[in-house]
């Protein structure tokens, strides 16, 4: 079974776009999203619209309860006190642009996706099995790994919310971070789609990246009053 995770999309409608395709393109079975679809980039309506008009189900993430339920924060960790600043504003944005649509449909996200594929259990969420804004980057040690194994109940997992792509095995059991559609922090600017093939005998990933057109985001996340800062973070992939 061949499928193609996107994972947190912030409001990127035209990285989506660009990333459905070469999903598409791939011949999968199965798209899936990963959830953050607001933020950073003012385009959260026109993104769960077009999850919505392509069927494409996918997991909530930290951004999506925090707007869908009106909290007070994101959830998100900041490096600096202007981050922090720049997030906040970012976040309030988004609560007051998102329509009764979008929050009712990020509402309803469940926080996990489980299924089966030739005997190996497969499992989707936003961050780490039981917290959705807890940062899971590649340099945890292995008990970490194992740890979050047990508790998802799954030889494959498969997740996002660092923005940076990775994948580790250890013995059975393979993690899989599909890495940002719509903002990625690995200094490449362009789209991250991830696609995973489960056959039999072999769990295959890649990671495709594709270029968009990265100044017109830039462009539409100043025009919309969002901070400048995230076009400028947007044009150097962090
Ligand atoms: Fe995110």
Redesign the pocket.
Known sequence: MKIAILG?I?GNIEALKVAYNAAFSQKVEKIYHLG?LGGYAPFVNEVVDFLIEHRIEGVQ?N?DDAVANDKEHCGCKYEDQIQAEIATLSFEWTKKHATEKSKKYMKALPFDIAFSVHDRKVKIFHATPLKNNLYWHEDRDDDFYLHMARKAEANIMIYG?T?IPYRKNIGDKIFINAG?VGKPKDRDTRTCVCIVDITPDNVNTEFLRIPYDVEKVASAIIESGLPSHLADRLMMGK
């Open positions: 947190d912030h953050d993430g951004y919310h923005h940002s």
